[in-house]
């Protein structure tokens, strides 16, 4: 797939500047450079995505740990008001 790149103009999807279009070891050399960058910004772009993500999943565990507890909080407050409804119907 890669073969063409730095093969001299035109070759690996267009001109590519000077360098590219002379070709020979110089062509090749820039051409696996770009490769290379590209392959490295590609990584770090994943990384900053997947942490983002992470920090997300992260953020939204604790909303739904706060909203548990605020439920258990209003399970107890009903509980109470049946005791007290129950209470007062016995006298």
Do not use: P, T
Not at 44 to 69: C, T
């Amino acid at each position: 797939m890669y073969s063409a790149l730095g093969k001299g103009e035109g070759a690996g999807g267009g001109s590519g500047g000077s360098v590219r279009k002379s070709g020979g070891k110089m062509g090749e050399m820039e051409a696996a450079n770009e490769e290379m960058y590209f392959r490295k910004l590609q990584e770090e772009q994943l990384k900053a995505l997947s942490k983002n993500v992470q920090q997300s999943i992260d953020f939204h565990s604790e909303e739904v740990k706060d909203l548990e507890a605020q439920i258990a909080v209003h399970k107890r407050k009903i509980s109470k008001l049946e005791k007290m409804k129950d209470g007062s119907d016995s006298d």
